[in-house]
């Protein structure tokens, strides 16, 4: 069974208008919950991360992500897009039931318009 | 602080050849080490995993395997490259924390692998 699920292969927005990318998990416990970005042919680099501290977690960049329980869900918001943001975001979960080691969800494309 | 190594950045093989990327870890002890590999246009999978030295677990059946000779180094290898092989190779590492639960994940810069 899939542990995270990104609803969304591909975003594009305007830039300074708002960005939405939506992260579904399947866990009974709370997990840890974090969200990388990569930019092409680089590495990944952590934007923010929740273990179990406040469910509205800031990170780099201006983004921000907030836990919902009821929801098993950790969307990935920023008010206002730049044009650097273009990238690929990757939800990564950690659950107890896969030893612990980090599922990734399938990735979105972000495209920022000018 | 802590720093991950990863090389070659690009890489260009025959078919057929062998294959060695390294992986090294400075500024950390007992890291739990990763070998991802991302297709294009898709997500990562991961290849091996590892708690500590000489322990490795493979995650999917393939033509390639993994070696922890010390503390800090993993290794990707395979003795004969095959076309399917061809990707973005990326080695993480983490470390366990106080509840037991792995923290997050620091990333190498990738190597991009084709075999022709």
């Known amino acids: 069974a899939q542990s995270v699920t990104q609803l969304d292969s591909h975003v594009s927005v305007s830039e300074g208008t708002p960005v939405l990318l939506r992260c579904n998990y399947s866990s009974s416990y709370s997990p840890s919950l974090f969200w990388y970005v990569q930019h092409p042919n680089k590495g990944l680099q952590l934007l923010l991360k929740?273990?179990?501290?406040?469910?509205l977690v800031k990170g780099i960049n201006g983004f921000e992500a907030e836990f919902k329980k009821s929801e098993t869900s950790f969307h990935l918001t920023k008010p206002s897009a730049h044009m650097s943001d273009a990238a690929e975001y990757f939800c990564v979960v950690i659950l107890r039931s896969n030893d612990y080691k980090l599922s990734f969800g399938a990735g979105t494309t972000v495209t920022v318009r000018a | 602080s802590q720093t991950i190594h990863q090389w070659p950045a690009t890489l260009v093989q025959p078919v057929g050849s062998p294959l060695s990327l390294e992986c090294t870890v400075e500024?950390?002890?007992?890291?739990?080490l990763y070998w991802y590999r991302q297709a294009a246009g898709r997500g990562l999978q991961l290849l091996f995993y590892?708690?500590?030295?000489?322990?490795i677990s493979s995650e999917v059946p393939q033509n390639l395997s993994a070696s922890r000779p010390q503390d800090r180094q993993f290794i990707l290898s395979s003795k004969k490259l095959l076309l399917s092989d061809s990707g973005f190779y990326l080695c993480?590492?983490?470390?366990?924390?106080?509840?037991?639960?792995?923290?997050?994940?620091?990333f190498g810069q990738g190597t991009r692998l084709t075999v022709v």
């Open positions: 590892s708690v500590g030295i000489g322990q």
């Open positions: 929740y273990t179990s501290a406040a469910t």
């Open positions: 500024g950390t002890s007992n890291p739990n």
């Open positions: 993480a590492w983490s470390l366990m924390g106080a509840t037991n639960v792995n923290t997050e994940a620091f």
